[in-house]
């Protein structure tokens, strides 16, 4: 597509709950990326995906979170068991892999656990 | 622990006027710089992005990049009130890396 795509726009959910977020990158973008923005605070690097492979996933903040990646497109980010804290901006970036270029962010998903 | 700083502001300038964004980080093997610009509500989008020493410029925005003094700046020339936004620098670590590494931001607010 023409830009980085993300769904859903914003999700509201129980705490305990589950969500899957959503990011279909730019097409040819090899690298994707997960970042977590929290109100007055900065960008939080999450997972990167090379391909379908994630070769770093340390940013990741407990193992309720996880994410996949399939036929290096679109990626899905799953938080099991949400919890308050998890409220935040969810943004999603693609880039040409390992390149000088810096990354085009997606719209994001706004989650709010309540 | 990598670490890019910027001031929060809010930095106020008059419309017209020359604003100047500051950005200090602790990679000494960093390699690429870049600049992007986050209205309230919305995505950060990139506008600038420097790889070496000196200016880079593009239409009302330039770049300075100085790597021994490990500081990245970012001038916009003629602010205008649809300058208002957060201002994030984001660097990159030495060749191989993929990671970019956000500053906080710094709010810039353009007084008309």
């Not at chain 1, 068991?81 to 040409?96: G, I, M, W």
């Not at chain 2, 880079?56 to 020339?77: C, H, P, W």
């Amino acid at each position: 597509g023409a830009g980085v795509s993300q769904s859903p726009s914003n999700k509201v959910t129980e705490k305990g709950k589950d969500v899957e977020l959503r990011c279909d990158p730019i097409s040819g973008h090899t690298a994707l990326y997960w970042y977590r923005q929290s109100l007055g605070q900065g960008l939080e690097f999450l997972i990167y995906f090379q391909g379908n492979s994630a070769p770093d996933k340390s940013g990741l903040p407990s193992d309720r979170f996880s994410a996949e990646r399939t036929g290096g497109s679109v990626s899905t980010l799953t938080i099991q068991r949400t919890q308050q804290e998890d409220s935040a901006v969810y943004l999603c970036a693609s880039s040409f892999g390992r390149s000088n270029y810096g990354y085009t962010f997606g719209s994001g998903t706004r989650l709010t656990v309540v | 622990q990598k670490e890019v700083e910027q001031n929060s502001g809010p930095l106020s300038v008059p419309e017209g006027a020359i604003a100047s964004l500051n950005c200090t980080y602790s990679d000494r093997g960093s390699q690429s710089f870049f600049w992007y610009r986050q209205y309230s509500g919305k995505s950060p989008e990139l506008i600038m992005s420097i790889y070496s020493n000196g200016d880079k410029e593009d239409g009302r925005f330039t770049a300075q990049l100085n790597k021994a003094s490990q500081y990245v700046s970012l001038l916009i020339r003629d602010s205008q009130p649809s300058d208002s936004a957060t201002y994030l620098c984001a660097v990159r670590a030495g060749a191989g890396s993929y990671q970019l590494t956000f500053g906080k931001g710094t709010k810039l607010s353009v007084i008309p």
